[in-house]
């Protein structure tokens, strides 16, 4: 398994506010993701974060709401970009390690927009 | 239409008996992968099993077995002897090899919440 780590573990932000939401792993993994999933709803691909490029997004993600950076194989951002109370969410980072077909999720970063 | 489909919103289970958590899926891929997570109050998401759709035998990992009929397009979870810890919300979910976007991304069902009575 990926021990996998997340920083905030929570927050409470002020709408049209910023939060960058950091994804930490223990060792170098193939491939990162964000998910975001609704009060009550399931988990939903927000992207895939790619190293030294840009992220690819799912439809109905935009990179200048939720811009993503990757700068080497065990670590990766996600800014949550003038929120609104609709942003709020569980975030989580997920990744997968060589061809291995696991995929492990972080503990996630729990985000209330007032 | 729904690719992955848990029809159970809520399930109760006697504490040591087995319960059996449904889900079907909705494919042409003919490769795809099937998990299933388990999200307690806390909100992280544990991994619990896997089974490829061109494994021969269904998948088992401790107490969580995997009932996987692929003419029936099902992946059912089965958890044996029930212990109060395992009251949590289960999410089945699918990987294809995808048309479009991110080929690992993983499809979720809306998930079933268990709850294990002593």
């Known amino acids: 398994s990926a021990v996998i780590s997340q920083k905030p573990s929570r927050d409470i932000c002020q709408r049209g506010t910023s939060l960058t939401i950091q994804c930490q792993v223990d060792?170098?993994?193939?491939?990162m993701f964000w998910y975001r999933q609704q009060p009550g709803q399931s988990l939903t691909l927000i992207a895939t974060?790619?190293?030294?490029?840009?992220?690819?997004?799912e439809s109905g993600f935009v990179i200048d709401k939720f811009p993503i950076s990757r700068p080497n194989l065990t670590f990766s951002t996600l800014t949550v970009s003038n929120m609104s109370p609709e942003d709020s969410s569980i975030y989580l980072c997920?990744?997968?390690?060589?061809?291995?077909?696991?995929?492990?999720f972080g503990p996630g970063t729990r985000l209330t927009v007032t | 239409a729904q690719k992955i489909t848990q029809t159970q919103p809520g399930m109760f289970v006697q504490e040591k008996e087995a319960v059996t958590l449904d889900c079907t899926y909705d494919?042409?891929?003919?490769?795809?992968?099937l998990f299933w997570y388990k999200q307690p109050s806390s909100g992280e998401m544990i991994f619990l099993i896997y089974?490829?759709?061109?494994?021969?035998q269904n998948a088992t990992e401790g107490r969580y077995s995997l009932n996987f009929q692929k003419a029936r397009k099902s992946a059912n979870l089965v958890i044996s002897a029930s212990q109060l810890g395992d009251s949590a919300m289960y999410f089945c979910?699918?990987?294809?090899?995808?048309?479009?976007?991110?080929?690992?991304?993983?499809?979720f069902g809306k998930g079933t919440l268990l709850t294990v009575n002593p």
């Open positions: 089974q490829g759709s061109y494994d021969q």
């Open positions: 979910a699918m990987r294809e090899r995808g048309s479009g976007g991110s080929n690992y991304k993983l499809t």
């Open positions: 974060a790619n190293q030294g490029s840009e992220a690819t997004y």
């Open positions: 060792s170098q993994v193939t491939m």
């Open positions: 997920s990744v997968l390690r060589g061809s291995s077909y696991e995929q492990y």
């Open positions: 494919t042409s891929d003919p490769s795809y992968g």
